[in-house]
Structure formats: structure tokens, C-alpha cells
Nanobody, 126 residues
């Protein structure tokens, strides 16, 4: 049974930081690239970051580049996203996903997703 579980979301003030985690099981974690997506109310789900299988290449959307760092620990089947300098516009549900490919332009797209997590809410207050 495949499970992908995000954690680490919460309420944070603008300018603050959060570290999201994603723990996966039921599939070969190190076989997949891994990505982070987010979806704000009324908006489409957007890819914001992606990391290759060995963690040697990372990709970011324009919306988070310079403020986010994606990483993974294959020994723990865990993916991370460190978000700094948070803005109210970062408020969204954040999703982790196992993906088939990263994208060099937009980081990652929903059509490349193999497995989704259930999401963790991030709310940034002004």
C-alpha cells in the first residue's frame, strides 16, 4: 500500500520559516524524482520544486526560487522543503508527490505525478 504523508505545516507570520517533511512508503522511494506542489483556494495546483533521485539536481518555480530549498534522505524515505521569508501569498495546501520527471523550466507539473500525498496546510499571516 502506497502512503505519502506530509507534515510540518502551520500558521506562521510573514517573514518566518517552515520546514515541511514528507514520508513515503509502499514504493521504491529512491526510484522516483520527488516534487512539492501547492494549491491556494480558487487556484490550480502548481508545482514549486523538484529533486532528482539522488538529490544531485534541484528545480524551483519562479514563485519560490531563492526562498525554498528541497532535499531528500533516501535512507529515511523522506523529502523536505525548507521555506524562508514566507509571504501571505505562500498560503496554500502543500502537497508532496512522487514524480516521473522534473521540469527544467517550471520545476514539476501535475501530469508527471505518480503518487500524491494528502497535503499539509501552510498559512502565512501578514
Amino acid at each position: 500500500q502506497v502512503t505519502v504523508v506530509e507534515s510540518g505545516g502551520g500558521l506562521v507570520q510573514a517573514g518566518g520559516s517552515l520546514r515541511l517533511s514528507c514520508t513515503a512508503s509502499g514504493f521504491a522511494f529512491d526510484y522516483y524524482r520527488m516534487g512539492w506542489f501547492r494549491q491556494a483556494p480558487g487556484n490550480a495546483r502548481e508545482g514549486i520544486s523538484c529533486i532528482t533521485r539522488a538529490g544531485d539536481s534541484t528545480y524551483y518555480s519562479d514563485s519560490v526560487r531563492g526562498r525554498a530549498t528541497i532535499s531528500r534522505d533516501n535512507a529515511k524515505n523522506t523529502l523536505y522543503l525548507q521555506m524562508n521569508s514566507l509571504k501571505p501569498d505562500d498560503t496554500a495546501m502543500y502537497y508532496c508527490a512522487a514524480v516521473l520527471y522534473c521540469d527544467t523550466v517550471v520545476a514539476v507539473t501535475t501530469r508527471r505525478v505518480k503518487y500524491w500525498g494528502q497535503g499539509t496546510q501552510v498559512t502565512v499571516s501578514s
